[in-house]
């Protein structure tokens, strides 16, 4: 257990729709890195924000977006949902805002768009 | 750019070796390596950093050649444990470029 939480644990939606992913940092991290993981795509890199900032940002949709809240969860809004859209979405955590400190990542949330 | 990670997959029998490689193209900061098993989330193996500094666990074994951009993971006499995806993420040089870009992947398999 790496101690970064995401609800839900599955989503199944149709496309066109809106949904919300959660995560929760360990205790203690104020970084949070948001990831899509697809079959012919590996893992991609979508936002990262720090202490409630973004901080760097990835190959994200425009249909996407992030915030990180005053008590350091986080999340990840889809909107406009496409087939393609289907993925597993990880969020991880590190203390630091920079990448060259270890990330901890979460259970994840696999999102199915029929 | 994506990282080239090679082999893309490789079978061992318990107790062999392996080396699983990353190369990049562009000048890196850190690479990082993760292991993923089947519907589980990827854990951080290992960070080294440019200038030499390593950190992670004891039991893995990894170089970094920054003139060449490439990376290496070793594992000896390994355990069925071993088995997964490995990825290798690399951090670039330079402000905006700090954020972790994935190789595609290699799958070890361990059999007894």
């Known amino acids: 257990d790496s101690g970064v939480t995401q609800t839900p644990k599955h989503l199944i939606t149709a496309t066109g729709q809106r949904v919300t992913l959660r995560c929760s940092p360990r205790?203690?991290?104020?970084?949070v890195y948001w990831y899509q993981q697809s079959l012919d795509q590996g893992l991609q890199f979508l936002i990262q924000?720090?202490?409630?900032?973004?901080?760097a940002k990835g190959n994200i949709l425009e249909r996407f977006s992030a915030q990180q809240f005053p008590d350091l969860h986080s999340e990840l809004n889809l909107s406009s949902l496409e087939l393609g859209d289907s993925a597993l979405y990880f969020c991880a955590s590190s203390v630091a805002p920079l990448a060259s400190y270890e990330q901890y990542f979460g259970p994840g949330t696999r999102l199915t768009v029929t | 750019q994506q990282p080239v990670q090679s082999p893309q997959a490789v079978i061992l029998r318990e107790g062999e070796d392996a080396v699983i490689n990353c190369s990049s193209s562009?000048?890196?900061?850190?690479v990082h390596w993760y292991r993923q098993k089947h519907g589980e989330a990827p854990v951080f193996l290992m960070i080294?950093?440019?200038?030499?500094e390593q950190k992670g666990h004891e039991k893995i074994s990894a170089s970094f050649n920054e003139k060449k951009q490439q990376s290496s993971l070793y594992l000896t006499a390994s355990q069925l444990s071993y088995s997964g995806t490995y990825f290798c993420g690399t951090e670039g040089e330079g402000f905006g470029n700090e954020k972790l870009t994935f190789g595609t992947g290699t799958r070890l398999t361990i059999i007894p």
């Open positions: 924000y720090y202490n409630g900032e973004e901080r």
């Open positions: 562009k000048a890196l900061y850190s």
């Open positions: 205790s203690g991290d104020l970084s």
């Open positions: 080294l950093l440019k200038g030499g």
